[in-house]
């Protein structure tokens, strides 16, 4: 079992910066491919980027590449989601997951979840 806990979501200016961290726990000595998704109200959980167990391969949703980084240190066992240029429809909470083996976009593929963090950018 694995536990995830997001972290350094808030209120920023469009335009600004923010970096989230997502620390894991429980079985983290296994393989595992991490995964940001976001939930603004009203809509669907859509995914934002991924990271395999190595780093070397990443995912970026459409919406964010080019503004988005996620980077991880498996010796803190953390992933992190390193957010530039944000802009209002960037609005939502944040949600860290896990899964073992490869990088995937979809939900369902998905069996660990963080408990999310908030971000909202003003205009």
């Known amino acids: 079992q694995v536990q995830l806990v997001e972290s350094g979501g808030g209120l920023v200016q469009a335009g600004g910066s923010l970096r989230l961290s997502c620390a894991a726990s429980?079985?983290?000595?296994?393989?595992?491919?991490m995964g940001w998704f976001r939930q603004a109200p009203g809509k669907e959980r859509e995914f934002v980027a991924a990271?395999?167990?190595?780093?070397?391969?990443?995912n970026y949703a459409d919406s964010v590449k080019g503004r988005f980084t996620i980077s991880r240190d498996n010796a803190k066992y953390t992933v992190y989601l390193q957010m530039n240029n944000l802009k209002p429809e960037d609005t939502a909470v944040y949600y860290c997951?896990?899964?073992?083996?490869?990088?995937?976009?979809?939900?369902?593929?998905?069996?660990?979840w963080g408990q999310g963090t908030q971000v909202t950018v003003s205009s």
């Open positions: 997951a896990a899964r073992y083996n490869s990088v995937d976009v979809r939900i369902r593929e998905y069996e660990y």
């Open positions: 990271i395999s167990w190595s780093g070397a391969n990443t």
């Open positions: 429980g079985r983290t000595a296994r393989s595992y491919a």
